[in-house]
């Protein structure tokens, strides 16, 4: 039976509920920039992508990226700052799982600032909090995959990845790790689990019961 040695988590959409926070922000900051748009359209344009990709997309629409990402991080962070919601269960896992443990994002290493590390599931994983910043390409390239495993002092092939976007599974599945996609409660994306199996995941769960079920099926057992 192949043995798993750590866990690597995606952050947004997977440890901390932001995602929906996170695209409101941007449509407005589009919107307000000139360019209407939705947070269901900001769902689909920006979700789960590096930096340099969502200011290529920005320009795209005709829009100065910086100006842009500038107001939608300081309506972000304003939310933030009246309460930052996590995934419904993650405490539980985290508690009660025994391998070491990564964040691996492609948010950048402010966001994740005014993010995760303000909560307390921060202590949980230490200093192996990795962001596209860290690397030389974000997902869906391996890098964040492969400098977590080895910061943990495991193979890739040792290591789960969980993650909601396509771009984490493509790292991961690249990387050589268990691939796990996610499906959080304010996720609506139609067909989203057929998507994250289209793009390599080995497995689909919608919610964190089912992860820890899934942890246990593969033998790493969790306190109940």
């Known amino acids: 039976m192949r043995r798993f040695g750590a866990i690597l988590f995606d952050c947004d959409g997977v440890l901390i509920d932001s995602e929906p926070q996170g695209c409101l922000a941007l449509a407005r900051a589009v919107t307000g920039a000139g360019v209407p748009m939705t947070p269901a359209e900001a769902t689909a344009m920006f979700s789960g992508c590096a ?3 969502s200011r290529a997309r920005m320009a795209a629409l005709g829009l100065d990226a910086e100006t842009v990402f500038a107001e939608s991080d300081r309506l972000l962070f304003e939310m933030f700052d009246r309460g930052i919601p996590h995934i419904p269960g993650i405490e539980a896992v985290l508690a009660g799982v025994s391998v070491p443990v990564a964040i691996c994002s492609n948010s950048s290493v402010a966001r994740l600032d ?10 949980r994983f230490g200093a192996h909090v990795y962001s596209a910043d860290h690397v030389a390409a ?24 969980i993650d909601d976007n396509i771009h984490g599974i493509r790292c991961a599945a690249a990387a050589g790790c268990l691939a796990v996609g996610f499906i959080g409660p304010s996720d609506h994306r139609p067909g989203h689990d057929d998507t994250l199996r289209a793009a390599g995941a080995d497995h689909v769960v919608r919610g964190m019961a089912e992860f820890h079920a899934l942890l246990d099926r593969l033998s790493l057992k969790l306190a109940a």
């Open 138 to 161: 974000a997902k869906p390239a391996p890098d964040l995959a492969l400098l977590a495993a080895a910061r943990l002092g495991v193979a890739p092939g040792d290591a789960i990845f």
């Open 114 to 123: 005014r993010s995760i590390l303000r909560t307390p599931l921060a202590a």
């Open 51 to 53: 930096a340099a990709d």
